[in-house]
């Protein structure tokens, strides 16, 4: 077996060999199922002892990620729960109608923070056909965010028409109100 396992270390391909592996994999795993009986019988090691040890091994593993997430516990991502977002949620929740229906590219998130109908159509049509989907769904409002709303949205609502004009601004969250 050790001359085996050197053939295959020294395999030209390297990456190839693990391959060669396969047919030995089960003698592997009796060799390192008998080494530890052996270790555990010679350190007096049973039941009980055994799960704590295996247990404390099995949580030491995980101490530099249990570490990571302490140390960010704090950070808040990109999403919903920054500060700006939650601004522009209370705004729109004391200034708009419950049921008033805003178009914004994360509608589940609107309709979860806000009392409003949200939908999200599609970005990657003309300004014509944007016009046609606001008016097919009854949209009031357009939410547009610098980091998730597409662009043809964005110049859709700043067309240079009076059909769209904003309404509110917090940082990146621009909310326009549309005028039928």
Request: glycine share 4%; hydrophobic share 45%.
């Amino acid at each position: 077996m050790i001359g085996y396992i050197l053939v295959i270390v020294s395999f030209k391909y390297g990456d190839a060999g693990m391959r060669f592996l396969f047919p030995i994999l089960p003698l592997i795993f009796l060799f390192a199922i008998e080494g530890l009986r052996i270790s555990f019988n010679a350190l007096n090691m049973s039941g009980p002892k055994l799960a704590v040890a295996f247990g404390a091994l099995t949580l030491f593993s995980y101490h530099e990620q249990v570490e990571k997430i302490l140390d960010e516990t704090n950070v808040i991502y990109e999403g919903p729960n920054k500060p700006e977002a939650q601004k522009m949620f209370e705004y729109i929740n004391q200034n708009l109608e419950p049921g008033t229906i805003v178009e914004f590219d994360k509608p589940r998130a609107l309709a979860l923070y806000t009392t409003m109908h949200s939908v999200a159509i599609n970005p990657q049509q003309e300004k014509f056909d944007i016009r046609k989907e606001v008016v097919k769904f009854n949209i009031e409002f357009i939410l547009t965010s610098d980091v998730l709303t597409d662009q043809k949205i964005k110049d859709f609502v700043n067309s240079g028409t009076s059909y769209c004009f904003m309404i509110y601004s917090v940082n990146e969250f621009k909310l326009y109100k549309l005028n039928p």
